[in-house]
C-alpha cells in the first residue's frame, strides 16, 4: 500500500469492471456508506477512502488549508464566522458535536442518522479540513445542510467537472 492509499485508509472492494468512488463530507468518514456498499459490489468496484482528519487518518500528512470566501472560492464562510466555529469546537468539542449534528441532519438525537453522524463527527479532529477531488464525479447535496451552502455544491460542479448535483432533502 501507498503513501497516499495508508494516508487515507484506501479500500478498494467489489467485483465489477466499472468504479465508483464514494467520498463523504465533513464530520463522518467512510463508514457513513456501509448500507450503500453491500448492494454496489456485485457490479462495481468501490473505492472507499476517508478524508484527511475522518476516521483514523494520520494528520502527519495533512497540509491544513482554509474554507475562506475569496476570490475564486465562496464556500459560505467569512473568517468570522470561522473564528466563531472554531471557538465553540474548542471551548467544548462534545457539546458542540451534540449540537450541530442534529442540524446539519435535520433530527432529534433519537434519529439514527443523528446518532451516526455524531459518531463520525466527534471522530474527527477540528483542526483538519477536507481535501478536494480533481476528477468527474456526481454531487450528491443535502438541502437542509448548514454547514454547506448549496452554492458550495454548485462550486465543486463547476470547478471538479461534476457531471450532476443530485439535491437531497
Known amino acids: 500500500m501507498g503513501i ?30 456501509k448500507h450503500l456498499v453491500p448492494h454496489l459490489v456485485d457490479e462495481y468496484r468501490v473505492i472507499l477512502y476517508d478524508n484527511m ?15 475562506l470566501n475569496d476570490a475564486d472560492y465562496y464556500g459560505g464562510f467569512e473568517q468570522e464566522e470561522v473564528n466563531q466555529l472554531f471557538e465553540a469546537i474548542r471551548s467544548n468539542y462534545k457539546a458542540w458535536c451534540s449540537g450541530f449534528a442534529p442540524l446539519v441532519v435535520s433530527g432529534d438525537m433519537d434519529s439514527v442518522a443523528v446518532q451516526e453522524f455524531s ?51
Open 4 to 33: 497516499i492509499e495508508e494516508a487515507h485508509n484506501v479500500r478498494v472492494i467489489g467485483k465489477g469492471n466499472k468504479i465508483v468512488v464514494l467520498a463523504h463530507g465533513f464530520g463522518t468518514d467512510q463508514s457513513l456508506w
Open 53 to 67: 482528519g475522518a476516521g483514523t487518518t494520520n494528520p502527519e500528512y495533512y497540509d491544513f488549508e482554509r474554507f
Open 119 to 169: 459518531r463520525t463527527l466527534f471522530n474527527v479532529r477540528p483542526d483538519i479540513a477536507l481535501n478536494f477531488v480533481t476528477v468527474p464525479c456526481h454531487i450528491i447535496q443535502s438541502t437542509k445542510d448548514l454547514a454547506v451552502p448549496l452554492v458550495v455544491a454548485e462550486y465543486l460542479q463547476q470547478n471538479l467537472g461534476g457531471k450532476s448535483i443530485i439535491y437531497h432533502n
